[in-house]
């Protein structure tokens, strides 16, 4: 059974910096599609960035473009979430997910039904 396992969570202030690693076990990582979610207390899980199989295509939700940028190393079966000038309202459970399924090795995989494997999450706070 395939694993990921997050870490990199944790308090952080307004304005500072997080990076988030999953590390994926027991599968190939490289045939993954990759994506982080995150769910705020009260509130739907929703995609924050996601990855291709190659690398060469991502995407962001609005709220994080330009602070979040999702990235992978194949060599270290490792997908990262670098958070910069994070916000009060980036605050929730951080989670990984790989998407064995996508059509090509460009598609980026966007809804959380498309994902075969998830991480237990990391919890991210940032204070006011």
């Known amino acids: 059974q395939v694993q990921l396992v997050e870490s990199g969570g944790g308090l952080v202030q307004a304005g500072g910096s997080l990076r988030l690693s999953c590390a994926v076990s027991r599968g190939t990582f490289s045939a993954y599609s990759l994506g982080w979610f995150r769910q705020a207390p009260g509130k739907e899980r929703d995609v924050v960035a996601a990855?291709?199989?190659?690398?060469?295509?991502?995407y962001y939700d609005g709220s994080v473009k330009g602070r979040f940028t999702i990235s992978r190393d194949n060599a270290k079966s490792t997908v990262y979430l670098q958070m910069n000038s994070l916000k009060p309202e980036d605050t929730a459970a951080y989670y990984c997910?790989?998407?064995?399924?996508?059509?090509?090795?460009?598609?980026?995989?966007?809804?959380?039904?498309?994902?075969?494997?998830w991480g237990r999450g990391t919890q991210v706070t940032v204070s006011s």
């Open positions: 997910a790989a998407a064995a399924g996508a059509r090509t090795d460009d598609f980026v995989v966007t809804l959380d039904v498309g994902y075969d494997y």
């Open positions: 990855i291709s199989r190659s690398g060469a295509n991502t």
